[in-house]
């Protein structure tokens, strides 16, 4: 099966600064990137989609400036968060579309802002 | 825009006993249909998918039904085993054009030994 990467697992941050979160597919490439927002016992929330080479499709509520997102390769996409608050705190979690049809997720980041 | 519905919220079994989990989606052009589960703290993972012109698929103690017509898809767990405990979430899509997967709420499934 295909392999998705994520880095870091967790982080701790101030309220204020930033985190980037890098999401690779390890032996595929993968042509569209997904991320997603998770809070506890809750489903997953699409963010945006992130096609490389070119801008990210934000979902609505999804603030742009705030969650910057860039694809700048087939196995690389990163998640920027910009001055973090408390209420960002969350489950972060990115995916890959190998084929078609199979979409596999990374192992997610716990973002903690204090 | 596609909208699916998961039921129940949460399933008690006993171990060795079988597991139904329903999904209904709204958008009849959806065409592929994923099954995930996540333990807790941990990434989603396919356990099984289903495509639209097939009404079922089965691998090992794990299988999934369509209908098409009822727009509506289920995952059975037969012979459940406390490891299957975890939340399982159900999908679709359309798999034309870089469409977004929608998913159900979730579905938390606790085996008792």
């Known amino acids: 099966g295909a392999v998705v990467s994520q880095h870091p697992s967790w982080v701790i941050c101030k309220s204020g600064t930033s985190v980037k979160i890098e999401c690779r597919s390890l032996?595929?490439?993968?042509?569209?990137m997904f991320w997603y927002r998770q809070f506890p016992k809750q489903s997953l929330m699409l963010m945006a989609t992130?096609?490389?080479?070119?801008?990210?499709?934000?979902e609505q509520g999804v603030e742009k400036d705030k969650f910057l997102i860039n694809h700048a390769s087939l196995t690389l996409s990163t998640l920027t968060v910009t001055s973090a608050h408390p209420e960002d705190s969350s489950f972060y979690i990115c995916?890959?579309?190998?084929?078609?049809?199979?979409?596999?997720f990374g192992p997610g980041t716990r973002l903690t802002v204090t | 825009g596609e909208n699916v519905e998961q039921h129940p919220s949460t399933l008690s079994v006993q171990e060795g006993d079988s597991a139904v989990i329903k999904c209904t989606y709204s958008?009849?052009?959806?065409?592929?249909f994923p099954w995930y589960k996540q333990e807790l703290g941990k990434r989603p993972q396919l356990i099984i998918d289903?495509?639209?012109?097939?009404g079922e698929k089965k691998d090992q103690r794990i299988a999934v039904t369509l209908n098409k017509t009822a727009k509506h898809f289920s995952l059975h767990i037969t012979e459940t085993q406390p490891e299957d405990s975890a939340v399982y979430f159900c999908?679709?899509?359309?798999?034309?054009?870089?469409?977004?997967?929608?998913f159900g709420q979730g579905t938390r499934l606790t085996i008792n030994p």
């Open positions: 999908a679709a899509r359309k798999v034309q054009g870089a469409q977004k997967l929608v």
């Open positions: 032996d595929f490439q993968a042509t569209t």
């Open positions: 995916s890959a579309r190998w084929t078609n049809y199979e979409q596999y």
């Open positions: 289903i495509r639209s012109n097939v």
């Open positions: 958008d009849s052009a959806s065409n592929y």
């Open positions: 992130s096609n490389e080479g070119s801008k990210a499709t934000y």
